[in-house]
């Protein structure tokens, strides 16, 4: 697996390298070893699907909190998305900057997520399909979200209109 490091310290593109022939490919997507090598959070518990009928669903900005911070490898399994996380480490040198990516079923790529970043996503294509590999059992009481257009972070999204719901459009400005 190739892994390039994000403007976001810790976060990670993650692109399988692909072993072709006439019938196709074989990659790794996921390697215990590879990720612990870089210091990344290997114990995943939990994974998860999104399944998004409408194009410009937007989902997010989601996050735990301390003690069920989650780790995530996020991979678009079906369709396309744009795939944006913050950074909410106060400690961090990159403490409340975002970024994003595009993330298609046909790319194969992944973004490795650590714990302490808000995500969230924007279908590009109706039928989306995202899959989670997560470090954490989900825990609603430690469950936080930050509005995907809290002018703190000034997002650029892609253009279009979106679909949201009260919960996610709903979350109050950020204050640090």
Not at 55 to 83: F, N, W
């Amino acid at each position: 697996m190739k892994f390039m490091e994000t403007s976001l310290k810790g976060a990670f593109v993650v692109e399988p390298v692909r072993h072709e022939d006439e019938r196709g490919f074989f990659a790794r997507s996921w390697c215990k070893e590879e990720f612990t090598s870089l210091g990344l959070n290997a114990g995943l518990l939990q994974c998860s699907i999104s399944f998004n009928k409408q194009k410009g669903t937007l989902r997010g900005m989601h996050y735990q909190v301390k003690p069920y911070e989650e780790a995530k490898l996020v991979r678009c399994t079906m369709g396309s998305i744009y795939d944006v996380i913050i950074d909410l480490r106060a400690d961090s040198p990159t403490f409340r900057k975002w970024f994003g990516v595009e993330l298609k079923a046909d790319n194969y790529k992944m973004l490795y997520i650590p714990q302490g970043l808000a995500h969230g996503f924007i279908t590009l294509e109706d039928n989306s399909e995202v899959f989670y590999q997560i470090s954490e059992f989900y825990h609603p009481e430690c469950a936080r979200g930050l509005r995907w257009n809290d002018p703190a972070f000034n997002i650029k999204w892609p253009e279009g209109s979106i679909l949201i719901n009260a919960r996610d459009s709903g979350y109050p400005d950020f204050k640090s």
